[in-house]
């Protein structure tokens, strides 16, 4: 069955470093997604992007994060100074319509920024 | 906006034990609803949906009922296992002009003993 592929699994890093999170959506699926989750919180929307273009976004997308779909296969988002409250799993999705019908989640990259 | 209410966990059970989580939304329009699944350290699962009234949606033994009426989709499964001791995510997806990202509940744990 088609899987939605995260790297790295876990990632440790400095407050105030650069990280960048990877996707590999499934092949045929047009619109990508990025949620978070804080630790023993609710999963919370982070952005959407279709045909190579952010479409939706919520306040917590600020001008911290950024996402780009480079190279046709990977998806990735970039927290550009990371803080302490950035700590949390992050989950990319793909879904082949406009998410009516299920989204195909990764396995989560867990961020720890110490 | 939209939302989506579901009760409080944990909820504990003993093995093949009547399940139900009740939730309940909010939304403009005719959303689709999911029930997702998150077991200890994975990612995000989607358990089953349903994408109009009176739709019921079913898998490994879950079932939910979209009930328009009520404005519920309660997860209901006749016996539970061990195995299905996880944490459970209520989301929906907005119908109409959004790019469909989902809104989640709180989750909801649930803990099945032997």
């Known amino acids: 069955e088609p899987e939605v592929t995260q790297t790295p699994s876990h990632q440790v890093t400095q407050m105030g470093q650069e990280v960048i999170l990877r996707c590999v959506p499934i092949s045929n699926h047009l619109y990508f997604y990025w949620y978070r989750q804080i630790l023993g919180q609710k999963v919370e929307f982070l952005v959407s992007f279709y045909n190579n273009e952010i479409s939706e976004k919520s306040e917590i997308f600020d001008d911290q994060f950024s996402v780009e779909r480079p190279d046709g296969s990977n998806f990735t988002l970039k927290i550009r100074s990371t803080k302490l409250e950035d700590s949390a799993m992050y989950f990319c999705?793909?879904?082949?319509?406009?998410?009516?019908?299920?989204?195909?989640f990764g396995s989560g990259t867990r961020l720890t920024v110490v | 906006g939209d939302s989506v209410t579901q009760m409080e966990g944990p909820v504990t059970l003993s093995e093949e034990a009547f399940l139900t989580i009740n939730c309940t939304y909010t939304a403009t329009g005719y959303p689709s609803l999911f029930w997702y699944v998150q077991y200890p350290g994975e990612g995000l699962q989607l358990l089953l949906k349903?994408?109009?009234?009176?739709d019921k949606g079913s898998n490994k033994g879950f079932e939910a009922t979209y009930r328009k009426e009520t404005t519920s989709f309660h997860l209901e499964k006749g016996s539970v296992q061990v195995s299905d001791s996880a944490v459970y995510f209520c989301a929906l997806s907005p119908y109409g002009g959004s790019q469909g990202n989902l809104i989640f509940g709180k989750g909801t744990k649930l803990s099945v003993k032997p």
């Open positions: 999705a793909s879904s082949g319509d406009r998410g009516n019908y299920g989204y195909t």
């Open positions: 349903a994408t109009k009234a009176d």
